[in-house]
Each structure stands twice: as C-alpha cells, then as structure tokens.
C-alpha cells in the first residue's frame, strides 16, 4: 500500500510555481494577483481563504481578501464581482462558496468573468472542460488528476467510480477522467444516493474517488484488493482533545481500506493541499493569459 502525499506533492509544485513567477518578475512581467471574496465567518471557509492566502505568498503572488458580513445583500456582492472584472490589476478571483442562503450562488458564479474564474465554476468552463477545450479547471478534479498523474497510476480502460454528482467535485472529475489521453482513458460510473448495488458497483473499481461528504462510507466490503483510493471528504467532527476543537473525517474508513489498496489517499494531507495548489496553477496561468487573452 502506498500512501498518496498530497501535502508533498503540493510543496513540490508551489516550488515550481514559485520559480516560475521569480523569473517573471526577474522578466519585469507582472507578479499574478489572486483575490478572494469571503462572505460571512464560516469556521471551513475561514480555513479554506486563509490557506489560499497563505499559497499565494509561497508561490510569489500578490493577494487581496475582500470580507463581507453574511448578512450583506446580493447587489453589493455582485457590484464587488463586477469591480473585480474591471480591474486590471487582478489575474483571477474566487467567491468562496458557500454563500449565505439568501444569495444565489448560480447568480454570483455566473456574473464573475469567464478569464478571471480561477476556480473554473463559470459554465463558459465548465462546457469547455466537457469538450476538451483549453480552460480553467476546478481546483479539486485537477489536484485530483495531477495526483494520478504524478503516482503513475494507470487510469487508460481503468473502471473509475465517482461517489456523488457535485458541481465542483464529482460531475468535473467524471468528465476529466474519461477525456482522451492520460490521466484519462478511464470508463467511468458516477454513483449518487439513488444508484442501485452500490457495494457491487465499487468493487469493480480500479479507482474511487469518494466525494459525497459522508464520514466513513467507503467501507473495507466495497473496495477490491489493489484498488487505488481517493478521499475528497473533509467532515468536521467535534473533538475536544484537539485544540481546533474538530478534526477532519474523509469519507472513506481508512484504517481498514488502507491494506487493500495499492495507493490510498489520506485525510488530511490527501486531495485538501492538492486542491489549493491547483488554484495557484490556475492563477499562474491567468496572470500569464496562457488560456484567454
Ligand atoms: N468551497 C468549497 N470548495 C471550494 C472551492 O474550490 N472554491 C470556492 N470558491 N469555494 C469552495
């Protein structure tokens, strides 16, 4: 069993990110500026935009936070995005979902300019992502699939198992793993709370991606011996022997999937750190406009 280190994996490329950007600069080109609109004071999107800042500092990246209350209104929000689109200064920008009920996230993802959504939400991306076309990936499929790809781990006529259809993790990945070309090639089956034979389902897989934010679900009985397993859930649950006060629970029960696996992701310092360094990859290349002009 091998033990996917997605925390690693991460440090490596913000390293070549980094260079990157030094020789840009060194160039007289531009340092890229990732900005981050924060609504409210969520304990997991806290965390989340305070790492995202942290990145940006490692890889050479400029960073600006805009708060607001959770009780601000959806025009003064979407005025925020529309700044953001006319500012030259900024490369790309992320709205950290989610949103406060009373504001539509579809709305506020589809006003953010299709060459600045870093985070690859817009449907501009999402349709070229699903036809092949150059664009922004979503941060958590890519970190994903640059997993794969840097284990090299087979994914051409692989079974893939998706476990949950979200917009930002399960429909994304499905349609990267069967896009022509490695990491891809893959025949993929994306299961959700009405598939039918589920266990069956999973032990056919070559590979799970387990993305359904159910602690634990992926139990020993459902995966086949030499499996490759990636763990996309991030649960709080309450402990009070951490100082936190939460520790983190994926969806899969590791201590007894673990031995069957060829390659495993823990939780954390599994697809979490993965997902952050994709945003900056992103964030490179809207700074260089290597995608749109
Ligand atoms: N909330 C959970 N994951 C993400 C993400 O990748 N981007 C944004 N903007 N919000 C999220």
């Given at each position: 069993m091998i033990k996917i280190d997605g925390k690693a994996t991460a440090a490596e490329i913000k390293a070549e990110i980094a260079k990157e950007v030094s020789e840009m600069v060194a160039r007289g080109e531009k340092r890229p500026h990732l900005a981050a609109i924060l609504v409210g004071h969520d304990g997991g999107s806290e965390t989340y935009v305070a790492s995202k800042v942290k990145a940006c500092e490692e890889c050479g990246f400029k960073s600006t936070l805009i708060r607001f209350e959770a009780d601000v209104d959806e025009a003064t929000l979407l005025d925020a995005v529309g700044k953001l689109n006319a500012d030259d200064d900024v490369d790309g920008f992320i709205v950290q979902l989610p949103l406060p009920a009373h504001i539509s996230e579809q709305k506020v993802i589809e006003a953010?300019?299709?060459?600045?959504?870093?985070?690859?939400?817009?449907?501009?991306?999402?349709?070229?992502?699903?036809?092949?076309?150059?664009?922004?990936?979503?941060?958590?499929?890519?970190?994903?699939?640059?997993?794969?790809?840097?284990?090299?781990i087979p994914t051409k006529g692989a079974n893939c198992v998706v476990l949950g259809r979200s917009n930002i993790v399960g429909k994304p990945v499905a349609?990267?793993?069967?896009?022509?070309?490695?990491?891809?090639?893959?025949?993929?089956?994306?299961?959700?709370?009405?598939?039918?034979?589920?266990?069956?389902?999973?032990?056919?897989?070559?590979?799970?991606i387990a993305a359904m934010g159910v602690p634990g679900f992926v139990t020993a009985d459902m995966v086949k011996e030499g499996a490759t397993v990636i763990d996309v859930g991030t649960t709080r649950i309450p402990d009070a022997s951490r100082k936190s006060g939460f520790r983190l629970s994926g969806d899969v029960d590791y201590e007894n999937v673990a031995p069957l696996c060829?390659?495993?992701?823990?939780?954390?310092?599994?697809?979490?750190?993965?997902?952050?360094?994709s945003l900056m990859r992103n964030t490179l290349l809207a700074g260089k406009k290597a995608i749109y002009k």
């Open positions: 953010i300019d299709y060459r600045k959504d870093v985070d690859g939400f817009h449907p501009i991306n999402v349709g070229r992502q699903s036809i092949g076309l150059p664009c922004f990936h979503s941060a958590t499929p890519a970190g994903i699939l640059t997993l794969l790809e840097r284990y090299n349609t990267l793993l069967m896009q022509k070309g490695y990491p891809g090639d893959a025949t993929v089956t994306v299961c959700h709370r009405a598939t039918k034979n589920l266990k069956e389902v999973c032990r056919q897989a070559d590979i799970i060829e390659y495993i992701t823990p939780v954390p310092g599994g697809v979490g750190p993965m997902t952050i360094v």
